[in-house]
């Protein structure tokens, strides 16, 4: 394991077991915010589970609509003027999404919050750093991935997503996985797994399994996702980072198993 990768799971309090016949890994010094962390370690990794059945947004078969068609220029460009619900009317700008536009990994989150509002960004400030920890876990760059949300506008007070938002705004997350065609989706926190998930079962029930997620036109195809918690919430509950660690072993496992090294 390289020293990198073994600083991170140190920082995420993760009991790393190495063989004693092969030389230690000396971790690297970590970002203040990550060594900070406070977590209950794990000793095991939860099994993969079976794959859950393929579940609906409530958009299923509805077609993409207004982002149907549309190439990465003027997707973006229509979030960035999207007037399509009242969201609009007080977000600073359109949080479209960040990252490698060929990704094989793409992560969901909720919606913009007040840091991403004011930068344009996903997933910055502290629940951002600790989203880049989770993933150099992983082995992986917040660069090779790409990171998007199911609302592109903030919510005032970071209220939750409102049904009629989310119908307006989900077909430009559908048109970014479309054009991604990721080989795993790793779908972070309650908000966005029951959306995507049509279902109101708690997250601790969503996690550690694999999902299909529907497509919203006929054409298109189920994506594998797993689901893990919010790095904002781990943040306020660092003992559940265990089990978090537990979901991304089953993303790393559930990658492979779909296709090869997630290199
Ligand atoms: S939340 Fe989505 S649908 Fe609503 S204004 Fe923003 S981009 Fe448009």
Redesign the pocket.
């Known amino acids: 394991m390289d020293s990198r990768r073994l600083a991170y799971l140190r920082a995420l309090e993760i009991d790393v077991w190495e063989r004693r016949d092969l030389p230690r890994s000396t971790p690297e010094p970590l970002p203040a915010e990550t060594s900070a962390a406070v977590v209950t370690p794990v000793r095991s990794i939860e099994p993969v589970h079976a794959a859950a059945a393929a579940t609906s947004t409530g958009v299923v078969g509805t077609g993409l609509g207004h982002a149907a068609g549309l190439g990465w220029e003027a997707l973006e460009q229509a ?1 960035r003027s ?4 009242p ?2 009317q007080t ?1 600073t700008q ?1 949080v479209f999404g960040v990252g490698n536009r060929k990704a094989t990994w793409l992560v969901i989150g909720e919606a913009p919050g007040a840091d991403e509002d004011r930068q344009g960004e996903p997933f910055v400030g502290r629940a951002g750093q600790l989203l880049n920890s989770m993933l150099k876990a992983m082995g992986l760059a917040r660069e090779e991935v790409f990171i998007a949300n199911i ?3 903030r919510p005032p007070n970071n209220r939750d997503p409102r049904p009629e ?1 989310v119908r ?2 989900i077909p ?1 997350l559908y048109r970014q996985i479309e054009l991604i065609d990721p080989r795993l989706i790793l779908c972070v926190g309650r908000i966005a797994a029951q959306t995507l998930l049509d279902t109101d079962t708690p997250i601790g029930k969503l996690r550690g399994k694999l999902h299909h997620l529907a497509p919203m036109q006929p054409s298109g195809k189920p994506r594998p996702m797993i689901v893990t918690y919010h790095p904002a919430y781990l943040l306020r509950s660092p003992a559940e980072k265990r089990k978090a660690w537990g979901d991304l072993v089953l993303a790393m496992q559930t990658y492979e198993r779909l296709g090869g090294a997630n290199a």
């Not at 999207?82 to 619900?85: D, K, L, M, P």
Request: aromatic share 6%.
């Open positions: 979030v999207c007037q399509r619900c969201l609009h977000r359109g609302l592109k506008s938002e307006e705004c430009y």
